[in-house]
């Protein structure tokens, strides 16, 4: 059964950092593109990075130069590092998985990221 389980998450003051996990089982990265979204409380989830196969990335505006998402597939896992971090950054955060074969997409439960002084 495929499992995506987030870790990393946390509280941290504004200007500091966080690296999220999202440790992938039974899925093999090199045919998935791999994502985390986040959800704010009172908002609608939105994607914050992708990453695909190749390792093309893409980002949310607002953490374009904040936020790097990496993959090792030697270890199955994807990462989100996220440093100068904001209060708006505060948010649940997601990781997300999609065969780019069989369009077979799975989400991890979560992990909360608190960016608060």
């Known amino acids: 059964q495929v499992q995506l389980v987030e870790s990393g998450g946390g509280l941290v003051q504004p200007g500091g950092s966080l690296r999220l996990s999202c440790a992938a089982s039974?899925?093999?990265?090199?045919?998935?593109?791999m994502g985390w979204y986040r959800q704010a409380p009172g908002k609608q989830r939105e994607l914050v990075t992708t990453?695909?196969?190749?390792?093309?990335?893409n980002y949310l505006d607002s953490v374009k130069g904040r936020f790097t998402i990496s993959r090792d597939n030697a270890k199955n896992t994807v990462y989100l590092q996220m440093n100068s971090l904001k209060p708006e950054d505060t948010a649940v955060y997601y990781c997300?998985?999609?065969?780019?074969?069989?369009?077979?997409?799975?989400w991890g439960q979560g992990t909360q990221v608190t960016v608060s002084s």
């Open positions: 990453i695909t196969p190749g390792g093309r990335t």
């Open positions: 039974e899925i093999f990265l090199r045919i998935n593109t």
């Open positions: 997300n998985s999609v065969n780019i074969i069989t369009q077979a997409e799975y």
